[in-house]
């Protein structure tokens, strides 16, 4: 086989985290100690002969890279300290920016120099839009009593519709569906690209009903019971911050979407159903349990990443550091604005809130670029390999 290595690409791994990838003397521990690897197709031991050899367009179509859950058993096991769950990982972060759309945003947001045009970007079009708006001042303590946050982008007239979620939903719809659509994107491409690297067959493909009932499903499903991580040893305090974080962000989804129903669409209907939750309000409390769960869960995560960069010496990255900090901010800004609101104090809570909206739209920008675009490639790869088991990738 006639390998050309692509420098380039060795060296972005080994600045994204996998500096020692060139300790790797394939014994073939990692691959032994690692629970998830499966007889017949091991990992990742072959991923760090392709890593040394500057394989790019091999990694990049490997599910087994983002089956790893970066527990760290072969890291701790490896003799030669070539630390393979970071190599994987920075991996990862690479294939993020390789299958990301438009590639120089997903460039922009693969490195900590990028970071302040990254933050730039939503405070100054949320700042735009608080102009544009004329809300420019911050309220009085009684109106800030009464309506909170309900009146940051101002309020006018028209009875069917308010003013505060007309600008919202025109900030974060086009910045959720841009995150949405570039991840489409990226997980068809990656598919495709599995697909052609496994030789499996175009005409022989399930319906769309069959896909998802085999494949798709039961792979959320082990998703979000975690089933896989559980098997992880080294580090399964992960799993105790990853677990309440997962559900935190499914309870936040579920209040986001109940907050649309409610405001733009029943609130057409019914105009009274505009405005704050009250405290008793059962997606006000679900609102403030999952904010508590997020708090928790990104706390354990923190400190586990702290506690593998002194144990286990792995290097502190952006891409790993950049989701625990957007994620703390989220939650952060969000439980700090309804203190304050509590609190009655109208111009730190304004600060906040507008930092808030800062979060989420980062959040959503950035998506398929960052760590977080693991649970679009990770749920990928789970059905991929499920799809290449199934008679449809034997059937050749
Ligand atoms: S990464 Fe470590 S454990 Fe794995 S094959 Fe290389 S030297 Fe052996
Ligand atoms: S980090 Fe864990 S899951 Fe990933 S390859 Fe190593 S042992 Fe396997």
């Not at 970071?86 to 438009?102: E, H, K, M």
């Not at 309220?139 to 309506?147: G, K, N, Q, Y």
């Given at each position: 086989m006639n390998v050309q290595p692509d420098l380039e690409f060795i060296r972005?791994?080994?600045e994204a985290g996998g500096d020692t990838l060139k300790k790797c003397y394939q014994c073939a521990t990692c691959s032994v100690m690692c629970p998830l690897s499966k007889e017949g197709k091991p990992f990742p031991r072959k991923e760090m002969i392709w890593s040394?050899?500057?394989?790019?367009?091999?990694l990049v179509t490997d599910p087994d890279v983002f089956l790893c859950h970066q527990c760290g058993d072969c890291t701790v096991n490896c003799p030669r300290g070539a630390k393979p769950g970071d190599v994987l990982s920075a991996i990862r972060s690479y294939a993020y920016t390789f299958?990301?759309?438009?590639?120089?945003?997903?460039k922009l947001a693969s490195s900590a120099k990028g970071l302040p045009i990254l933050i730039g970007i939503p405070v100054l079009v949320i700042f735009i839009m608080w102009m544009l708006s004329g809300a420019m001042h911050i309220p009085t303590r009684e109106e800030f009593a009464s309506h909170g946050y309900q009146q940051f982008f101002g309020t006018w007239d028209f009875y069917w519709y308010a003013k505060n979620i007309f600008f919202?939903?025109?900030?974060?719809?086009?910045?959720?569906?841009?995150?949405?659509?570039?991840?489409?994107?990226?997980?068809t491409k990656m598919w495709k690209s599995m697909c052609e690297d496994a030789g499996l067959n175009k005409e022989y493909r399930p319906s769309i009903g069959q896909f998802t009932q085999e494949f798709l499903w039961p792979s959320v499903v082990e998703i979000v019971k975690h089933s896989r991580f559980r098997e992880c040893t080294s580090s399964?305090?992960?799993?105790?911050?990853?677990?309440?974080?997962?559900?935190?962000?499914?309870?936040?989804?579920?209040?986001?979407?109940?907050?649309?129903?409610?405001?733009?669409?029943?609130?057409?209907?019914?105009?009274s159903l505009h405005g704050p939750l009250p405290l008793t309000d059962p997606f006000k409390l679900l609102a403030n349990v999952s904010a508590i769960a997020l708090l928790f869960g990104i706390g354990v995560l923190w400190s586990n990443r702290k506690k593998a960069?002194?144990?286990?010496?792995?290097?502190?990255?952006?891409?790993?550091?950049f989701l625990i900090w957007e994620i703390t901010a989220v939650g952060v800004t969000g439980l700090g604005a309804e203190l304050l609101r509590w609190a009655g104090m109208p111009v730190l809570g304004y600060i906040v809130y507008f930092l808030h909206l800062v979060s989420i739209m980062m959040l959503f920008l950035y998506l398929p670029y960052t760590k977080f675009a693991h649970l679009i490639y990770r749920t990928g790869a789970y059905t991929f390999e499920k799809y290449r088991e199934s008679v449809y990738g034997k059937n050749q």
């Amino acid at each position: 086989m006639n390998v050309q290595p692509d420098l380039e690409f060795i060296r972005t791994l080994k600045e994204a985290g996998g500096d020692t990838l060139k300790k790797c003397y394939q014994c073939a521990t990692c691959s032994v100690m690692c629970p998830l690897s499966k007889e017949g197709k091991p990992f990742p031991r072959k991923e760090m002969i392709w890593s040394q050899w500057g394989m790019k367009e091999k990694l990049v179509t490997d599910p087994d890279v983002f089956l790893c859950h970066q527990c760290g058993d072969c890291t701790v096991n490896c003799p030669r300290g070539a630390k393979p769950g970071d190599v994987l990982s920075a991996i990862r972060s690479y294939a993020y920016t390789f299958y990301g759309w438009p590639a120089p945003l997903a460039k922009l947001a693969s490195s900590a120099k990028g970071l302040p045009i990254l933050i730039g970007i939503p405070v100054l079009v949320i700042f735009i839009m608080w102009m544009l708006s004329g809300a420019m001042h911050i309220p009085t303590r009684e109106e800030f009593a009464s309506h909170g946050y309900q009146q940051f982008f101002g309020t006018w007239d028209f009875y069917w519709y308010a003013k505060n979620i007309f600008f919202i939903v025109l900030i974060m719809v086009p910045s959720l569906g841009l995150g949405l659509f570039s991840a489409f994107k990226g997980i068809t491409k990656m598919w495709k690209s599995m697909c052609e690297d496994a030789g499996l067959n175009k005409e022989y493909r399930p319906s769309i009903g069959q896909f998802t009932q085999e494949f798709l499903w039961p792979s959320v499903v082990e998703i979000v019971k975690h089933s896989r991580f559980r098997e992880c040893t080294s580090s399964i305090d992960r799993v105790r911050g990853h677990l309440p974080l997962m559900l935190a962000f499914i309870g936040l989804f579920i209040v986001t979407c109940w907050s649309l129903l409610k405001n733009d669409v029943l609130g057409l209907i019914w105009p009274s159903l505009h405005g704050p939750l009250p405290l008793t309000d059962p997606f006000k409390l679900l609102a403030n349990v999952s904010a508590i769960a997020l708090l928790f869960g990104i706390g354990v995560l923190w400190s586990n990443r702290k506690k593998a960069e002194s144990e286990l010496n792995t290097l502190p990255t952006f891409y790993d550091w950049f989701l625990i900090w957007e994620i703390t901010a989220v939650g952060v800004t969000g439980l700090g604005a309804e203190l304050l609101r509590w609190a009655g104090m109208p111009v730190l809570g304004y600060i906040v809130y507008f930092l808030h909206l800062v979060s989420i739209m980062m959040l959503f920008l950035y998506l398929p670029y960052t760590k977080f675009a693991h649970l679009i490639y990770r749920t990928g790869a789970y059905t991929f390999e499920k799809y290449r088991e199934s008679v449809y990738g034997k059937n050749q």
